[in-house]
């Protein structure tokens, strides 16, 4: 690699799939580097969460029955930036780093690279995505979070398919109602049984972005499934 290796693994997206991914791995030894566009959005649940929560998980450590958004976010967060093989950074990443047919890091918005032999992409309904409410349409994944526009359009330059998918959000506790089209890698892109983006080495996939759909406790099973893998 031409690059020094700042990690041992980089993760885009502090989600619930992107962060049990990396607190798994962060906890099995490895050094991760765990990017978001919001460090006040990580592990941020909009809807209720619901239990059971998969056993080992981060969530059922800092989730339980009638907890608040902001609270589960403030217990998860803690965690994460508190342990000792885990970076939490707040990064736009724009491209991914290549040398020949290999992931080799990430490049970003605000100009630092971030360099690892493994990249997973967790970035959720943040991919082309369309917000509605009412009559207003926003470039958004959720309420007041920004996108991922460049990283789209670079995954498109390399070929990369994608279909699309919708979701509604109703409206709770003086928030309103919004549905969100958002694009998702599409079928052939991404192999189920070892997560893998297979246009290019050493990439992968978790979450809503290959899924499409599921439950907090489904994306933070997926998380660890990933980080069992790698």
């Not at 998980?57 to 907890?67: N, P």
């Not at 093989?85 to 491209?95: D, F, Y």
């Amino acid at each position: 690699m031409m690059w020094p290796v700042d990690y041992d693994v980089l993760i885009v997206g502090a989600g619930f799939a992107g962060s049990e991914a990396a607190y798994a791995l962060a906890n099995r030894g490895l050094r991760v580097g765990l990017v978001t566009t919001s460090l006040d959005s990580v592990y941020l649940p909009f809807t209720p969460i619901q239990a059971p929560f998969p056993q080992g998980s981060l969530l059922a450590e800092v989730g339980e029955a009638g907890l608040k958004g902001w609270e589960l976010h403030s217990r998860a967060k803690y965690r994460l930036e508190n342990h000792p093989r885990i970076h939490l950074l707040q990064l736009s990443v724009t491209r991914l780093m290549l040398e020949g047919p290999a992931v080799v890091g990430l490049e970003s918005w605000e100009g630092p690279r971030k360099t690892a032999p493994k990249v997973v992409l967790a970035v959720g309904s943040f991919l082309n995505p369309r917000l509605h409410i009412g009559q207003v349409v926003e470039e958004a994944g959720r309420l007041s979070e920004v996108a991922y526009p460049d990283l789209y359009q670079h995954l498109q330059q390399l070929g990369f398919a994608f279909s699309t998918y919708r979701a509604e959000v109703p409206a709770q506790g003086g928030t309103p109602g919004y549905r969100v089209e958002y694009a998702v890698f599409a079928e052939g892109e991404w192999e189920p049984s070892n997560m893998r983006l297979v246009r290019l080495e050493g990439l992968y996939g978790v979450g809503l972005c290959v899924l499409g759909q599921g439950t907090y406790a489904q994306m933070a099973t997926e998380g660890m499934r990933l980080a069992s893998l790698l």
